[in-house]
């Protein structure tokens, strides 16, 4: 089991920036993944950038070179979404993500956890 505590949200004018945090708790040496996703009204979850334990990130196209995905794996076991050049179509709730690895190392499965959400909104 791993709990996900989310903070950092809010209301930012176009153009500003936010930082968003996740810190796991719980079975945190099994964390493989990290992420976020994001969820706008009347519209999908979709992906926003996830790293891996060994640093490796992917970002959705919208999101590069705006966005910066981070972890401390060795103190907090914390995610950090750095989210500049914000933009009114950002406006979302932000979901944080965490997979777990678990099973003999044979025959490892993965098990997601979801954080509560954290309301960005980008005004115009």
Known sequence: QVQLVE??????????SLRLSCAASGKT????????YREAPGKERELVATI???????????MKGRFTISRDNYNTNTVYLQMNSLKPEDTA????????????????????????????????
């Open 93 to 124: 709730v932000y979901y944080c993500n965490v997979v777990l690895r678990l099973g003999p190392i044979e025959r490892t499965f993965d098990v997601d956890y979801w954080g509560q959400g954290t309301q960005v909104t980008v005004s115009s």
């Open 29 to 36: 040496r099994s964390i493989n993944t990290m992420g976020w």
């Open 52 to 62: 891996t334990s060994r640093d490796t990130t992917i970002y959705a196209d919208s």
């Open 7 to 16: 903070s950092g949200g809010g209301l930012v004018h176009s153009g500003g």
